[in-house]
């Protein structure tokens, strides 16, 4: 059974500084990977979505990589800002199936 | 563009009472999903439809029955509401295992 974990839950940075956000999935047979945000209140808004046959999606500020035989995706923000404080979740679409399953999430704060 | 659309965005509801939760999507979409969302829990896969004409069952669906009602519309009913379905509800939709999109969700109680 596909797992998908994000640590850590939280996290607080300076503004202007770069940061990784980790997603971590226990089964490799993945068929993409998608990153999303969610303000507080609202829906999630997708950032950028990984194919299996790809490494990393690149959008703006925002670099996502993924490493199936490791299990691990990254979000790359950077020069991070304010207006990036939000929650950042990570999910895994595991291979033969039309699901996703989510992890978390990782609750960003950036401090002006 | 409209995109994912809920309805309703709140509810109250009492313990045993039904409600329906709408969906709509108009971007010709194969795929939509029904998640909820709990404090420390994630996003939870309720009910799915990869195509029209067809629905499966997600990690808790207990309590819950869809319709796929055309191509467009995807409905999650609650046929005896309980405390334990307290949630942020949401639809999503996409290409077959393509990228997925979200409506605002739907915030329920149940008292």
């Known amino acids: 059974k596909q797992e998908v974990t994000q640590i850590p839950a939280a996290l607080s940075v300076p503004e202007g500084e770069n940061l990784v956000l980790n997603c971590s999935f226990t089964?490799?047979?993945?068929?993409?990977l998608q990153w999303f945000r969610q303000d507080p209140g609202k829906g999630l808004t997708s950032l950028l979505l990984?194919?299996?046959?790809?490494r990393e999606q690149t959008s703006g500020r925002l670099n996502a990589s993924l490493d199936k035989s490791s299990g691990r995706s990254t979000l790359y923000i950077a020069a991070s800002q304010p207006g990036d404080s939000a929650t950042y979740l990570c999910a895994a679409s595991p291979s033969g199936t039309y699901k996703y399953i989510f992890g978390t999430g990782t609750r960003l704060k950036v401090l002006a | 563009n409209a995109g994912v659309t809920q309805t309703p965005k709140f509810q109250v509801l009492k313990t045993g009472q039904s409600m329906t939760l709408q969906c709509a999507q108009d971007m010709n979409h194969n795929s939509m999903y029904w998640y909820r969302q709990d404090p420390g829990m994630g996003l939870r896969l309720i009910y799915y439809?990869?195509?029209?004409?067809?629905?499966d069952k997600g990690e808790v669906p207990n309590g819950y029955n869809v319709s796929r009602l055309n191509k467009r519309e995807f409905s999650l009913r609650l046929e005896s509401a309980a405390p334990s379905q307290t949630s942020v509800y949401f639809c999503?939709?996409?290409?077959?295992?393509?990228?997925?999109?979200f409506g605002e969700g739907s915030r329920l109680t149940v008292l």
């Open positions: 089964d490799s047979a993945i068929y993409n």
């Open positions: 990984i194919q299996s046959s790809q």
């Open positions: 999503a939709s996409s290409e077959v295992v393509g990228e997925l999109f």
């Open positions: 439809s990869a195509s029209e004409g067809t629905t």
